[in-house]
Each structure stands twice: as C-alpha cells, then as structure tokens.
C-alpha cells in the first residue's frame, strides 16, 4: 500500500472529554489526523464516533447541554480557544451528513449560497466558475450542467449527496467532516461517492464515519476503532483489517461483538 | 468478549474449513507414512492404495478452495477470520503438492528389485523419511495448537531434512557408482530423495502459514 512517508498532522486532538448533561460521551481522545488523508472512525452505534467528529467543527456547540474539554487544534491552533469565530472554523471545515440534505433551491443556488454569504466570490462571473467547479470535483457536472436551476431535491439520492459535497467543496474548505455519507445510497451511488473521496484527498483532509467496515477498508488510510467513548485503536487501515493490535478492534470487525 | 461471531453460520462455516484441514493434513501425514514404508519395505502392493488416497487429498483440496471462496463472497473476512482464509488456501495447496510427491515416490518403487538393494541406502532412505514425517506431525500440531513455538521447530528442522537428504543422495549414487546396470534403479531412488526434500518444503510452508495465521507475519529465517 502506498503511504506519505511526509505525514503532517492537520488535526490533533489532545485530551478530549464530552459530556451531554451528566452523562459523558467521549473519555480522553487522543489522536492525530493527517494532512491530505482519509481517516476512517468506525465502531457501535453510540461509540462516540459522530460526536467526535462534530467536536472538529464545533458542532455540539449547537446542543446546550453539550460542554467539551481538552483541546482540538487544526494546523496547531486550538478551536476551543476563547474568541474562536466559529463560522470561521465551519469555512474552513466542512460537513456532508448521513442523508443528503440539499436546500429548497435550485442546483445552482445549492452551491452559490455558501460562496455568497461568505463574500468568496466578487461578481456573477466568479460565482459561476465557483459553482462549476465546486460541481466537477464531485463529478456531478456532466450530469446536472444543462438542468441548473432545477430543484436540487429533483436530483437522486446519490447525486443529491454529491451535490452536498459540491456545496461544501465551495467555500474551499480545509477539511471535509463525513457522517456515514453512503448509508441512504444504493452500491451504485456509495461507489461513486467512494471514488470522489478518493479524489477528494489530495486537496483535502477527509474524516469520515461509517458503519462499513469494507468502506473504512476501501476509502481510508488510517482508522480509528470507538467502543463507550473511548478511542480503543487508531492505526494504519491496513493494519487494523489484517491484524489488529486490540482483541476488542478485532472482535467488532470480525463480527464476534457482543 | 466472546470468541464466536455474531452470525452462527460464520462460526459454522469457519469450522467446517477447519476440519476440512485437519482431515485434509492427517490423510496427508498417513500417506507420507504409507509411501516411506512402501519404499523402504519395497512392498509395490501397497501401490495402489496410496494412489487412491491421494485422489481424496485432491478432492480435499478443491472442496477447500470452493469454500474459501464462498467464505470471501459471504463473509468479506477481516483480520484473524482473513488470515484463516488466505493461510488455509495455501495450506491445502502445499497439503496436495505433498500428497502428489508421496503418491510420485511410491510410484518410484514399481520398477526397482525387491531384495536386492544395499541396506544403508534404504536406511538413509528411511531417516530422511522419518525426520519429514516427524516434521508434518509436528507442522499439523502447530496448526491444531495455533502454536507459533512448534511452527518456528518445523522451520529449524527443515535444516536437518536437507542434510539428511544430501546424505540419502551420497547413497545412492555410491550404489549407483557400484555398477552402471543400478543407472535406472539409482535415478528413481534420487527422485525419491529429492521429492522427500521438497515435501519438507512445503511442510516448512505450511509452518510459516501458521506462523502467519496466529501473528500476522511471518517468520523471520534467523529465528
């Protein structure tokens, strides 16, 4: 398998504990994602593993009785820091979700909206470039370039999926956050998605949460296995599926959980 | 944490491979044993019943492959349920190929004199023979006892089948250098030589299969 032998981590996460009300989700997380990569974080329903990841774009800040310590730094600047601007951060790291959720507008709108309140692009011109290219990275192009203003909930599901990622490719994020993005689609659409993330990572630094192993197996470079809110193994993806440092990572991916 | 899986029918699936090899290495290992006696008490009899056995080692084989297949189509197997999977695959293919060379050197005997043959020949026969088959038993308990110690022994032993297979060839090509009427007879009794030699190589092969079924890896040829 072929590795960056230059790995530079773009995400750390440094003693992180999550607390809904009394009840704690997430124990301690130390771990590292890299740069340029594809992270897979795989484990039971109510791991942790969602939670987590909403950590990295501060999205649990949205749930009152959420409170996180520790720290989660990105390019070595922590995003819990006092002052952050976090709609800053979530420019900078974006989020596709479990069902694709586009917005009642057209195709074209889905993609404009984000450029447009965030003051990316200057004029009509460049919006129209924005949109066109954020489409052509989700390889959704061809298949939406004559029908623009139609209703983006018209498309697929599998093309409205990839059109959340052309969304959230728009406003030239840093790292893009996915929360179990194939579950809603059919092998066709999850093949598709799977090629774009492989696309997707040479010019971005991908987390995504799945319930597949063989999707972990096939999109990843690294993985990390969540079991009651604690990270139980992190490692090469390689390693993890053919032979796996803890008996419990072992347990869950074989199937003998329980 | 429970060492069966979720899905019954996978657990029953691996254990049927598993048995699968066990019959698969303990049909084997007799047969080995069948050639050696064959060869060294030169009974040509015994012939044809090794050759039907070794047929049932080939059936094993391909019924090995078919489920192995079927494992990977159903079951999509990761870590230790892979490992099983890619190591049993290569077992029974080395479990055939010793099969086949056991089933050759019995053949080997068909044409070659039954009593006249030099005792020290058949003797040095007979120790390179029992130190291969000290080695699949010993190959075979390391599977059963998933027991990386006893696969590294049958690495190491492989050492000392390779003497002893230098000294059964010295043999027979001092019987051979007897007289030139032995030229026949001497080039059967090499390949029987040979053959045993390389049935310890795949007997080393399923150790390290083993080896790489428990751990992960391989193992290290100093070890």
């Known amino acids: 398998m072929e590795l960056n032998m230059n790995r530079e981590a773009k995400v750390i996460s440094k003693n992180v504990d999550v607390f809904y009300g009394n009840k704690q989700a997430l124990f301690d997380i130390n771990l590292e994602i890299f740069k340029n990569e594809v992270t897979a974080l795989i484990g039971p329903s109510g791991c942790g593993k969602s939670t987590f990841l909403r950590c990295i774009n501060r999205m649990n800040d949205v749930i009152d009785i959420c409170k996180i310590s520790g720290e989660i730094e990105i390019d070595g600047f922590n995003i819990y820091k006092q002052g952050v601007d976090v709609v800053r951060l979530r420019e ?23 450029p447009n309140i965030h003051g990316i692009a200057q004029n009509k011109q460049e919006l129209d470039e924005i949109v066109e290219n954020s489409l052509k990275k989700a390889a959704l192009w061809n298949e939406v370039k004559d029908r623009l203003n139609e209703p983006g909930t018209g498309l697929s599901g599998g093309q409205q999926q990839r059109l ?14 996915m929360d179990e993005p194939c579950s809603a689609l059919d092998p066709i659409a999850t093949a598709k998605i799977e090629e774009l993330i492989d696309s997707l990572k040479s010019s971005y630094t991908i987390v995504i949460v799945t319930h597949s192993m063989a999707q972990a197996a096939r999109v990843s470079q690294r993985t990390g296995f969540f079991h009651l809110g604690k990270l139980i193994e992190m490692d090469e993806t390689d390693k993890i599926f053919k032979n796996p440092n803890n008996k419990m990572t072992q347990d869950y991916i074989t199937g003998r959980f329980g | 944490m429970s060492d069966d899986h979720i899905v019954k029918s996978y657990d029953e699936e691996l254990h049927i491979i598993n048995d699968a090899i066990v019959q698969m290495g303990s049909l084997t290992e007799s047969l080995l044993e069948d ?5 060294t008490k030169m009974d040509k009899d015994s012939v044809s019943k090794i050759v039907e056995s070794d047929k049932k080692i080939n059936k094993f084989r391909a019924s090995i492959d078919e489920q192995i297949m079927t494992l990977l189509v159903k079951r999509s197997p990761v870590a230790i349920d892979l490992r099983l999977a890619i190591s049993t695959l290569k077992i029974s293919q080395d479990l055939e190929r010793i099969g086949d060379l056991a089933k050759g050197n019995a053949k080997k005997i068909l044409p070659l004199p039954e009593d006249d043959l030099p005792p020290e020949m058949l003797n040095s026969m007979r120790r390179l023979g029992e130190a291969v088959q000290k080695q699949i038993k010993l190959s075979l308990d390391s599977y059963l006892e998933r027991s990386t110690e006893k696969a590294i022994q049958v690495v190491k032993d492989d050492e000392q089948v390779n003497d002893l297979t230098k000294i059964s060839i010295k043999e027979v090509l001092d019987f051979l250098a007897k007289d030139k009427k032995n030229l026949e007879f001497a080039t059967n009794l090499l390949f029987v030589s040979k053959n045993l030699e390389r049935a310890g190589d795949h007997i080393t092969r399923i150790a390290e299969n083993v080896y790489y079924l428990i751990s992960g890896d391989y193992p290290k040829k100093n070890k």
Not at chain 1, 164 to 177: D, H, K, W
Not at chain 2, 35 to 39: F, P, R, V
């Open chain 1, 92 to 114: 900078k790291v974006g989020m596709v979700f479990q069902k694709p959720n586009p917005f009642p507008k057209s195709i074209y709108d889905n993609i404009a909206y984000g």
């Open chain 1, 164 to 177: 959340c990622i052309a969304r959230a490719i728009s406003i030239n994020p840093e790292i893009i956050l």
């Open chain 2, 35 to 39: 050639s050696m006696n064959a060869i």
